[in-house]
């Protein structure tokens, strides 16, 4: 949320309560009141995985209908960067969405235009318990929390702190296999498209460089 857009001392007071639907959710405020007939727009990441979008849009819907506030929501893909650009565009004008998710580095990139959210982590911490140290690394900047984190998107990252959750699923306990082991059966898929400056051949064997023509095909 831009500065910019929350001068206003009675905006800022409908903005800055709780949060919407779920933990699953993107946080959002709370805004009933004699007054809260209204809007809030959204600027979110066009999420990759089929429905997930009609699911948000439900959840925000929902929140809306209960707090007589109309919720517009724009899905920004993050093909290109066009999400990151577009939240650069908004912060260098001073206008744009009431709400808007960024990914990885971007609430520190733009932390002197963002309101602070303090006051809604807050009550969310008090509701659902303690934040993870990354995603506080990522958002609480000085001291002070510039944006929420959300599980909208795919950063769990289960490989790398979930140990129990391979345990409890697969019967496999992580830390005892052998790195080789464990690199051979884990993937990365990253959000975005890249080429190496090669054949497509090599490129079709950056996973795994030992493959024939036949495994490649």
């Known amino acids: 949320m831009t500065q910019s857009r929350l001068n206003s ?8 309560s709780a949060a919407l639907g779920s933990v699953a959710a993107i946080a959002a405020p709370y805004v009933r009141d004699s007054y809260a007939a209204g809007s809030l727009s959204l600027g979110v990441w066009d999420h990759w995985v089929p429905g997930a979008n009609n699911t948000f849009t439900k959840l925000c819907n929902e929140w809306g209908a209960k707090n007589n506030c109309e919720v517009k929501i724009d899905y920004i893909t993050s093909q290109g960067e066009k999400d990151k650009l577009t939240a650069a565009a908004e912060a260098q004008a001073g206008t744009g ?14 932390q002197n235009v963002l309101e602070p959210l303090d006051d809604v982590v807050a009550k969310l911490t008090a509701q659902y318990g303690p934040i993870s140290p990354v995603a506080e690394y990522l958002a609480k900047i000085k001291g002070t929390w510039r944006g929420i984190p959300t599980a909208v998107g795919s950063q769990v990252k289960p490989c790398c702190s979930r140990f129990d959750l391979f345990q409890q699923h697969a019967g496999i306990d992580v830390r005892d296999m052998r790195l080789a082991d464990l690199a051979a059966i884990v993937g990365v898929v990253s959000q975005e498209t890249y080429l190496l400056h090669t054949t497509v051949r090599e490129n079709l064997r950056y996973a795994k460089p030992g493959a024939t023509d036949a495994d490649s095909r």
């Open 9 to 16: 001392p009675t905006r800022r007071n409908v903005l800055k």
């Open 97 to 110: 969405h009431d709400i808007m998710s960024h990914r990885d580095w971007n609430v520190r990139i733009h």
